[in-house]
Nanobody, 115 residues
C-alpha cells in the first residue's frame, strides 16, 4: 500500500518563507519524476515544479526565482522551499511521485500568505 504524506504548510506573512516536505512509502519501481502542484478554490490544479531523476528541476514562471524544488529518489522524498511568499501563493499544495506506470499524490497541505 502506497502512502504519501506531506508536511510544512501553514500561515506566513508576505515576504516570508516556508518549506514543504513530502515522503512516500510502499512505491514499487524507480521514480521518473516528483514534484508539486497547487490549487485554489474554483480553479484547476496548477503545476509548480518537477524534479526529473533527482537532478533536473523545472519551475513554473510564476514562482521562478522564489521557489526551489529538491528531492532524494532513494528516500522517496521531495521538498519545496518557498521564499518571498506572496498572497497569490495561497493555495493547497500537492506533491506527487511518478513511476513509468503510476502516479501517486499527497493529501495536500494548506499554505496561506496573509498579514
Amino acid at each position: 500500500q502506497v502512502q504519501v504524506v506531506e508536511s510544512g504548510g501553514g500561515l506566513v506573512q508576505p515576504g516570508g518563507s516556508l518549506t514543504l516536505s513530502c515522503v512516500a512509502s510502499g512505491i514499487i519501481g524507480s521514480l521518473d519524476s516528483m514534484g508539486w502542484y497547487r490549487q485554489t478554490p474554483g480553479s484547476q490544479r496548477e503545476w509548480v515544479g518537477t524534479l526529473l531523476w533527482e537532478v533536473h528541476s523545472n519551475i513554473a514562471d510564476s514562482v521562478k526565482g522564489r521557489f526551489t524544488i529538491s528531492g532524494d529518489n532513494a528516500k522517496n522524498t521531495v521538498n519545496l522551499q518557498m521564499n518571498n511568499l506572496k498572497p497569490e501563493d495561497t493555495a493547497v499544495y500537492y506533491c506527487y511521485f511518478r513511476t513509468s506506470t503510476q502516479q501517486y499524490w499527497g493529501q495536500g497541505t494548506q499554505v496561506t500568505v496573509s498579514s
